[in-house]
C-alpha cells in the first residue's frame, strides 16, 4: 500500500505545500506567492483570512497535481517562520492581520527595554534576545497603542499554530516556535507568568494555549477543511516545527563538528547541543529542538537573499542565471563598493538601515550586484565567526536556502568563510522537515533520528580557494570597520 505524508511550510515569500513517501521522496510540490502587506514603513503583515485561503489552495492544487494521492495521505505537518504574531478573539476570528518577525513597529518598545536592561533580565531564564518581531514585543506594542485590540486578545499564536486550528479546530502552541518567543522559561520548559510581568504584558499569559510537541498529533482534518482543500477528513496533523529547525533537520545536524546556514529572508547559523552552557562568550539564542533533549542554538538577522530580491526587482531584472554569469567575469574582491544588507533591518544597530557606499562613475550595475552577493555573505559571516566561538569543533558549513542554486555564490561563502560547504540536494527543507515530524507522530518512525536516517539525501562539496579567501578578509575587514562607523553615527544621532 502506498503512504504518502504532507508537509506544508509557510515562508516569508511563499506557501509550500510538498507530498513524500517514507523515504523523504518528493511526490509532488506546489507554491503560491504569499503576499506581504506594508501599509507603513517598517510594518509586515498578513492577511490572516488570506493566508488560510492560500493554505487551502496549496493542498487542493498539489492534489489535482496528483491524482489519487489524497487517499494515501498518512498524516499532516507544518513548518513557518518563526517568531511574528497571529491573534483570535473570543470567536475564534483574525483579531486584525498577522504580523511577521520582520516587522519593526516596535522598535522604540525594544529600545525602551534595553534601556531598562530588561533583556539582562529576560535573558537568563529565556536565553533569548529582545527582537522588534518577537511576539512580546509586538504584544506590549499593541498594549500600548491599540489597547482595544489588546483588551479582545482571546488566543495569542505564531502562524503554523494558526494553520494548524484552521485545519483542525484545535487551539496549540508548538514547542519549537513557543519557546524562542520570551514567554517560555526554557529552564523550567513551559510558560512563565514572571517573564510577561517583566514586559509589562502579565494578562497574555492565560491566553496562551497549552504547547505541543513538533510530532504530537494536535487533532485531525474537519469535514469542512475537507470538502475545501479535498483531503479526507480524519487525517491527523501533528505540531509541525519553526523552519530553522525543520531546515536543521533535513540537513542532518546532529553534533557539534557541523554549522547550518540558512540563506533566506533572515541570514540564520545553527548549531546542536546537548546542554544550556551559562558561561558562553556571547548572548546566543537558544530554542527547544525537535529531538527530545536537544537544543538548537543560533545567531541570525534578515540580512539575507531577500536583499538581493529586493535590489533585483528595483533594477528591473529578472533573470538570475544572467546575474550570476555576469559577477563570476568580475575579478574577486577587488572592488570598492560595498553593499549594507540592512533593508530588513540587522541586529548590529536596529536603527541601521541599508545602502550601498564606495560607488563612483567607473562602476556599473555587475559592480552593484557583487556588492549585493558580498554584502548579503560578510552579514553572514558575522553571525558565523560568532558561532564558532561556541562550536569550536567545525569542520564544514552546511547550507540550505535558494542561493544553494547559484554556483558563484556558494563558492563566494566558502573563499570567505574558509571552509568547505555542504549542499544538500533538497528542494523545500520546510515542507519535508514537516512531513517528516507527521511520519513520527503517525508512527511511522519512532522518532526523528530514525526519520531521518532514511533520508537519502545527496550533498555537494564546495571548497574554499584560498588565494581568494586572504583577498577576501581584507575587504571583510573593511565591511566591519564601515559597519562600526555607522553604529557609531547612529548611536551619536539617537
Not at 62 to 75: E, R
Not at 221 to 237: C, D, N, R, S
Not at 322 to 351: H, W
Amino acid at each position: 500500500m502506498k503512504k504518502y505524508w504532507l508537509g506544508i511550510d509557510c515562508g516569508g515569500t511563499y506557501l509550500k505545500a510538498g507530498l513524500y513517501d517514507n523515504t523523504g521522496k518528493e511526490i509532488g510540490i506546489y507554491r503560491a506567492l504569499s503576499p506581504i502587506e506594508n501599509p507603513q514603513i517598517g510594518w509586515a503583515e498578513r492577511d490572516m483570512d488570506n493566508l488560510w485561503s492560500s493554505c487551502i489552495k496549496v493542498i487542493a492544487s498539489l492534489l489535482d497535481n496528483n491524482p489519487d494521492s489524497a487517499q494515501y495521505i498518512q498524516g499532516i505537518g507544518i513548518s513557518a517562520q518563526g517568531k511574528g504574531l497571529f491573534l483570535l478573539d473570543n470567536k475564534d476570528k483574525p483579531l486584525g492581520k498577522g504580523i511577521l518577525s520582520s516587522d519593526r513597529r516596535a522598535m522604540d518598545v525594544v529600545l525602551q527595554w534595553r534601556k531598562q536592561k530588561v533583556p539582562e533580565k529576560l535573558y537568563p531564564l529565556t536565553k533569548q534576545t529582545l527582537w522588534t518581531g518577537h511576539p512580546v514585543s509586538l504584544l506590549r506594542w499593541i498594549k500600548d497603542n491599540q489597547p482595544e485590540r489588546y483588551q479582545k486578545i482571546a488566543c495569542v499564536m505564531m502562524s503554523h499554530d494558526y494553520l494548524r486550528f484552521c485545519l483542525t479546530g484545535n487551539k496549540n502552541c508548538e514547542l519549537t516556535n513557543i519557546s524562542e518567543s520570551n514567554l517560555y522559561n526554557i529552564r523550567s520548559q513551559q510558560y512563565d507568568a514572571k517573564l510577561a510581568q517583566l514586559l509589562g504584558i502579565e494578562t497574555i499569559i492565560e491566553k496562551l494555549p497549552p504547547i505541543v510537541n513538533s510530532s504530537a498529533i494536535c487533532g485531525y482534518i474537519t469535514p469542512e477543511v475537507a470538502k475545501l482543500t479535498k483531503l479526507p477528513a480524519g487525517i491527523p496533523v501533528v505540531g509541525g516545527l519553526f523552519d530553522v529547525v525543520s531546515t536543521a533537520i533535513c540537513c542532518g545536524l546532529k553534533d557539534e563538528t557541523v554549522l547550518n546556514v540558512v540563506m533566506g529572508t533572515w541570514a540564520v547559523t545553527s548549531g546542536i547541543a546537548n546542554k544550556i552552557l551559562d558561561d558562553e562568550p556571547y548572548p546566543y539564542v537558544y530554542g527547544e529542538y525537535a529531538i527530545p533533549n536537544q537544543y538548537i542554538i543560533h545567531d541570525a538577522s534578515p540580512t539575507s537573499s531577500a536583499n538581493l530580491e529586493w535590489v533585483v526587482k528595483q533594477l528591473g531584472l529578472s533573470d538570475y542565471n544572467d546575474i550570476n554569469r555576469r559577477i563570476e567575469q568580475l575579478p574577486k574582491a577587488t572592488s570598492e563598493v560595498f553593499f549594507i544588507p540592512f533593508l530588513y533591518g540587522t541586529n548590529s544597530n536596529l536603527a541601521m538601515t541599508s545602502g550601498f557606499y564606495g560607488m563612483q562613475s567607473f562602476h556599473n550595475q555587475d559592480h552593484l550586484l557583487q556588492a549585493v552577493y558580498e554584502g548579503v555573505i560578510f552579514s553572514h559571516m558575522l553571525h558565523i565567526n560568532r558561532m564558532l566561538q561556541r562550536f569550536n569543533s567545525i569542520k564544514t558549513l552546511r547550507v540550505a536556502g535558494g542561493p544553494t542554486k547559484s554556483k558563484v555564490w556558494m563558492q563566494m561563502l566558502a573563499d570567505i568563510s574558509g571552509y568547505p560547504l555542504e549542499l544538500a540536494q533538497i528542494e523545500e527543507t520546510g515542507c519535508l522537515g514537516a512531513a517528516l515530524t507527521a511520519m513520527v507522530g503517525t508512527q511511522e518512525y519512532k522518532d526523528l533520528q530514525h526519520a531521518v536516517t532514511q533520508l537519502k539525501t545527496p550533498l555537494t562539496t564546495i571548497l574554499p580557494d584560498q588565494q581568494a579567501y586572504s583577498a577576501y578578509q581584507k575587504k571583510f575587514k573593511k565591511y566591519q570597520n564601515l559597519i562600526e562607523s555607522l553604529n557609531q553615527f547612529h548611536l551619536k544621532n539617537e
